[in-house]
């Protein structure tokens, strides 16, 4: 009996230990009190001159917003276009959703800002790259992969374990 709540013990151990994270990134909810979570995601953050990606903003629901897009002074105006113009405003749906379909025809860096249009605040801001290979571009790679660690950390605590047990039946046969 002392057997199996030593090993209950250790499985809740190694449970806890491997979704330690998850709390951390648990996703956060409005609840009345703060500002609107406002969420900007672009389809393709790296494309090719000339390929469409959306960009979409989601907001408080019914309210205008106005998206713009500047880049550096060496690409001319004519590289933009949201769906034909420059600058567009749409009014986010009951869910609180503006997608805009944006086409940048020359390579280059841009910055695309979302603003609430009838107040003028910015809601979002992204920037992206836009480059003759177009969807691969390559990142920097940060960090490393936690995996071998977190599999090693498992394999100690599960020989860690055995290696108790056994002790402990030793100890009990004398």
Do not use: C, W
């Not at 408080?60 to 105006?77: C, G």
């Not at 009951?94 to 086409?103: D, I, K, N, Q």
């Amino acid at each position: 009996m002392n057997v199996r709540r030593q090993i209950a013990a250790v499985l809740v151990a190694g449970g806890l230990l491997l979704s330690a994270g998850s709390a951390a990134t648990a996703a956060t909810t409005d609840d009345g009190y703060r500002a609107p979570s406002v969420v900007a995601t672009v389809s393709d953050p790296t494309p090719a001159p000339g390929q469409s990606f959306t960009f979409t903003v989601r907001y408080t629901p019914s309210t205008p917003v106005a998206l713009t897009i500047t880049a550096p002074a060496s690409i001319p105006d004519s590289a933009i276009t949201i769906a034909g113009t420059k600058s567009l405003t749409k009014t986010t749906d009951a869910s609180g959703v503006a997608t805009f379909t944006v086409t940048l025809s020359q390579a280059g860096t841009y910055t695309l800002t979302a603003t609430n249009a009838a107040t003028g605040a910015v809601i979002a801001t992204e920037v992206l790259a836009v480059t003759a290979t177009g969807t691969g571009g390559t990142l920097s790679s940060t960090g490393a992969d936690a995996l071998p660690y977190v599999l090693g950390g498992v394999t100690l605590l599960v020989v860690g374990a055995g290696a108790l047990l056994l002790a402990r039946h030793r100890s009990a046969i004398r």
